[in-house]
């Protein structure tokens, strides 16, 4: 079968550093997505992993073990606006199907 | 202008009637996607299109069916409206791309509430 846990809530400080984890249990790995949500709009692409290690971009990095079935969001220096959901989604061998998770809210107070 | 396109945005509708929500893209991409949202229960895949006429279900495709004429185009239809069908819907779409990096992109969603 395929899970994909990640908490349901999280709160932070405007500046803080966040990180919002992922664990998947999946046959046929093959990519690890996150994506951001703003209440009542589309997901929108963050990041992928399907290598092992840390891929940065700019305030946001992402964070991939295979063995470990686990990956992270890290989020730094946060801002306000950073206050969404954020999804994450495996996928499964040589197809484009994503199974998400149920997505973190994360709440970003002042 | 927006890549990826849903009409209805919004839309009411009673039990039993039958409706379908519209997707449209211009990005040129050859896979498209419908998936449903509820709170708690995070994206669900309903129905799948790789090409023009090729269809295949996802994991909730029942009472819902989809059509792709045109690589343009993926249209979903509620043939007889139910309430645990209230729910967020989104459209999507990708590139079939050998590397596997290409993500898919989301339309703005079309909310929709059966009575």
């Known amino acids: 079968g395929q899970n994909i846990d990640q908490p349901t809530e999280m709160t932070a400080t405007e500046g803080a550093i966040v990180q919002i984890n992922c664990t998947y249990q999946?046959?046929?790995?093959?990519?690890l997505f996150w994506y951001q949500q703003h209440a009542g709009e589309a997901p929108t692409f963050l990041s992928y992993?399907?290598?092992?290690g840390l891929e940065e971009k700019g305030r946001f990095s992402s964070f991939l073990s295979r063995s470990k079935g686990y990956s992270y969001l890290l989020l730094k220096e946060l801002q306000m606006k950073d206050s969404a959901s954020y999804l994450c989604?495996?996928?499964?061998?040589?197809?484009?199907?994503?199974?998400f998770g149920t997505g973190t809210r994360l709440q970003v107070f002042p | 202008d927006a890549d990826v396109t849903q009409t209805p945005r919004n839309r009411i509708t009673k039990t039993g009637k039958r409706i379908m929500l519209e997707c449209s893209q211009t990005?040129?991409?050859?896979?498209m996607y419908w998936y449903r949202q509820d709170p708690g229960l995070g994206l669900r895949l309903i129905y799948y299109?790789?090409?023009?006429?090729?269809?295949n279900k996802g994991e909730i495709s029942d009472g819902y069916s989809v059509s792709r004429q045109a690589q343009a185009k993926f249209s979903l239809s509620l043939e007889s409206a139910i309430p645990n069908q209230t729910a967020l819907y989104f459209c999507?779409?990708?590139?079939?791309?050998?590397?596997?990096?290409?993500?898919?992109?989301f339309g703005p969603g079309t909310r929709l509430l059966v009575l």
């Open positions: 299109s790789f090409d023009v006429k090729d269809i």
């Open positions: 989604a495996v996928r499964r061998g040589n197809t484009d199907k994503l199974i």
């Open positions: 999507a779409t990708s590139v079939n791309s050998p590397r596997g990096r290409e993500t898919q992109y």
């Open positions: 992993n399907v290598l092992d």
């Open positions: 990005k040129g991409h050859d896979r």
């Open positions: 999946t046959s046929g790995f093959n990519g």
